[in-house]
């Protein structure tokens, strides 16, 4: 898969989640490490983007999940700011998170609950593309903005 900021904000924000949830030092120093790679990666893709470096054709790559719609609906993502976005994948990579603890020990799940985690991790997961898709698509909206503010700029007065 391609690189996108939404794909680089998932996986920095599942690396803060390891961090958080990690009691190995050395594992640590390895989160830290990717932290930091995720951060750097992060700042020169937006770089790239602004200042036309990338073409906004490859700002995107869309999940294009194939499900069953029907009985797996969910609430678009709300459209908002780029902070506000990726709040909200922050938020489902969270969810997701401990849901998927529920897995490591399926065993110990009670028989009727079990069709919901799956059900759960299923949406979760959807959600999840979702919010990197949104997140895609506001930097592709700003670039637009500023692409055309740039062009009316430099367009030549016209006389009459």
Same mark, same amino acid.
């Given at each position: 898969m391609a690189e996108t900021l939404g794909s680089l904000c998932d996986k920095l924000s599942i690396v803060k989640l390891k961090q958080y949830h990690c009691d190995?030092?050395?594992k640590g120093q390895s989160l830290a490490v990717q932290e930091g790679q995720l951060v750097a990666e992060i700042n020169t893709?937006?770089?790239?983007?602004?200042?036309?470096?990338?073409?906004?054709?490859?700002?995107?790559?869309?999940a294009n999940k194939v499900y069953k719609q029907a009985g797996n609906e969910l609430c678009p993502v709300?459209?908002?700011?780029?902070?506000?976005?990726?709040?909200?994948?922050?938020?489902v990579n969270c969810d997701l998170w401990h849901e998927q603890e529920k897995v490591y020990e399926f065993e110990t799940v009670p028989t009727e609950e079990k069709n919901k985690?799956? %059900?759960?991790?299923?949406?979760?997961?959807?959600?999840?593309?979702?919010c990197i898709d949104a997140i895609d698509k506001v930097l592709i909206r700003s670039?637009?903005?500023?692409?055309?503010? %740039?062009?009316?700029?430099?367009?030549?007065?016209?006389?009459y």
């Open positions: 190995n030092e050395q893709f937006t770089a790239d983007a602004l200042s036309g470096r990338t073409p906004v054709e490859r700002l995107s790559f869309n709300p459209e908002g700011s780029m902070g506000e976005i990726f709040a909200e994948l922050s938020k985690v799956v %059900k759960q991790l299923a949406l979760l997961n959807l959600r999840r593309n979702q670039i637009e903005c500023i692409l055309r503010s %740039k062009s009316a700029v430099s367009a030549p007065a016209q006389t």
